[in-house]
């Protein structure tokens, strides 16, 4: 099977730029960089902003589990479910400070290491709007035509 059109999720952000939250190749499903951002409001989760709109602190577990619930969102709106991701790139801005915050997050997420995908971590030194952490997943695509 050759590649799809791209994959657009009404119940996730939307992307910051011009690209599609998913596209499908065969069997997999590969993700757009997705961040923690509201939905609905485009509001990062967990973010303290001064008056000019900078980020005085933030909250990496709330951003992590609002990054995860997107990733969710993405993988259903494309026919996969939370089960079917195979690998996982994690990009953190503060890699000393929120990376045990960070996993203890994705424990919740992934109780059993037998079962979570493959991940890589990686810091970075920012991302293209104020968030903390952005994943970029690869889906299996089961039984989907």
Request: charged share 20%.
């Amino acid at each position: 099977m050759t590649g799809t059109a791209g994959i657009h999720a009404a119940s996730a952000p939307p992307p910051v730029g011009r690209y599609p939250h998913a596209r499908r190749h065969g069997d997999l499903l590969f993700l757009s960089g997705i961040g923690p951002r509201d939905p609905a409001t485009s509001m990062v989760p967990g973010n303290v902003l001064d008056d000019a709109g900078r980020v005085l602190a933030h909250d990496i577990a709330a951003q992590a589990r609002a990054v995860f619930a997107n990733v969710r969102a993405v993988l259903e709106a494309s026919g996969a479910r939370w089960e079917d991701l195979l690998d996982v790139t994690v990009y953190l801005t503060d890699m000393a400070g929120d990376f045990a915050a960070y996993n203890a997050v994705w424990g919740e997420h992934f109780p059993d290491p037998a079962s979570a995908p493959c991940r890589t971590t990686l810091g970075i030194d920012a991302l293209p709007t104020p968030i903390a952490i952005e994943l970029k997943c690869i889906a299996a695509m089961r039984n989907t035509p």
